[in-house]
């Protein structure tokens, strides 16, 4: 799209400014026009393709077939590593790789930003902020309907620490006034019960691998329902950016050589995240469903590339349309992966798990793990 098409102006000559007098938005539209620069190199195009559905593929079973199949005798530590790993990688992700190219697409100082309506407000934050609160209260709609189906209540003690102030309930002996009725004392037991036999379920499933009795059951269902939501939530986060990035591979010109190699690892990493925060996650014994999202996460930047191929000697991805959709997509995707990395993983895992270990050096080794994909997946943002 031309700079007179964007600004609607057709007086601006580039070769002839005055900068006390023309208009910034003009200068920058012009300074930021691009165009195709497809430049061949077909076949290693087409590698790159395989190459990526392979290894980002392989990465993100990896870290489920260790939970699922306890056969395969994993060690712990390398489970643990490429959970946590993972986790780090997805919160670099949201900060480097979606929120900063986020703001060169649709921010106020670009083309985009300066433009018509999008001047009018600071979009890009907007769309994160509205994007995080999005995904909070679905996280909180499913997690209340846990609690409605399977009738959790909180336990009164928590309730006064974090608000302090104590349920009204309670009377200040610590009894409930109407705990002499049976009913009502039988509700409570089976209450207490079930919430003893989830945090005992979910003990299992961190520790022991997938396999757990019959009776785990409803504690099972009761774990899935509560986090799968989130997850499918930050695996379309995950794959709307992989997406954008497929598309810009398979036309990029002479920035090629480093993008190959860099989006490579950049994939497998974030394979390794879904991959991770799947396995925390209880499906049923024989499920297809996780195999499915990792399969889905794997096919997507191929699928992607192999689009970008198609459209590669036509697609600019510099230009204003393509400036306006990527900002987008990437201001949503990192809300999405902001809440998602902070409240899902590092806060549930660190901060509000009661099931979490005390073994000072596992824990050790999490965060560190947790420091390193956060500091390499960061540092890969220096390229791509």
């Known amino acids: 799209m031309s700079t007179s098409t964007v600004t609607g102006n057709n007086d601006f000559n580039p070769d002839n400014v005055d900068l006390s007098t023309a208009d910034p938005t003009q200068i920058i539209c012009y300074l930021s026009t691009s165009s195709n620069e497809y430049n061949g190199r077909l076949g290693a195009r087409i590698s790159a393709l395989f190459v990526i559905l392979i290894l980002s593929t392989t990465l993100t079973f990896f870290p489920v077939i260790a939970k699922r199949i ?32 986020a703001y060169s697409e649709i921010g106020p100082r670009t083309c985009v930003g300066m433009t018509g309506r999008w001047a009018d407000y600071s979009w ?99 774990s899935f329902k509560q986090q799968i939501a989130a997850f499918l939530i930050l695996e379309f986060g995950v794959i709307f950016h992989s997406v954008i990035i497929g ?25 390794l995240g879904i991959g991770a925060r799947m396995s925390s996650i209880p499906f049923k014994k024989g499920s297809w469903l996780p195999w499915f999202l990792c399969a889905g996460y794997g096919v997507t930047t191929p699928i992607a590339i192999a689009v970008g191929l198609g459209v590669r000697t036509s697609y600019d991805p510099g230009s204003f ?5 990527s900002g987008v997509l990437d201001s949503m995707s990192a809300g ?10 590092l806060a549930r895992d660190f901060l509000f798990n009661p099931t979490r270990t005390q073994d000072n050096k596992r824990l050790a080794f999490m965060i560190f793990c947790v420091l390193l994909g956060t500091g390499l997946m960061a540092l890969l943002g220096k390229w791509a």
């Open 70 to 101: 306890p056969k395969l005798h994993i060690p712990l530590y390398v489970y643990l590593f490429a959970r946590y790993f993972g986790a780090g990688v997805i919160i670099a992700t949201a900060f480097i790789h979606l929120l900063d190219p």
């Open 247 to 271: 598309l810009n591979l398979g036309v990029v010109g002479s920035e090629f050589n480093t993008l190959y190699p860099v989006i490579v690892f950049h994939q497998s990493f974030e394979g």
């Open 336 to 345: 999405v992966l902001i809440y998602t990395g902070l409240v899902e993983l």
């Open 321 to 325: 349309t393509a400036n306006v959709v």
């Open 124 to 222: 890009c934050p907007a769309i994160v902020l509205t994007s995080i609160i999005v995904i909070f209260l679905l996280d909180f709609m499913a997690e209340r309907y846990v609690e409605i189906k399977y009738g959790i209540q909180n336990d009164p003690n928590v309730q006064e620490a974090v608000t302090g102030e104590a349920d009204a309930r309670i009377d200040s002996t610590g009894a409930d006034p109407h705990m002499h009725k049976p009913d009502e004392i039988t509700s409570r037991t089976d209450v207490e019960a079930a919430a003893a036999a989830a945090r005992l379920y979910e003990q299992k499933f961190s520790s022991e691998g997938y396999e757990v009795d019959s009776s785990d059951e409803t504690a099972r269902d009761r």
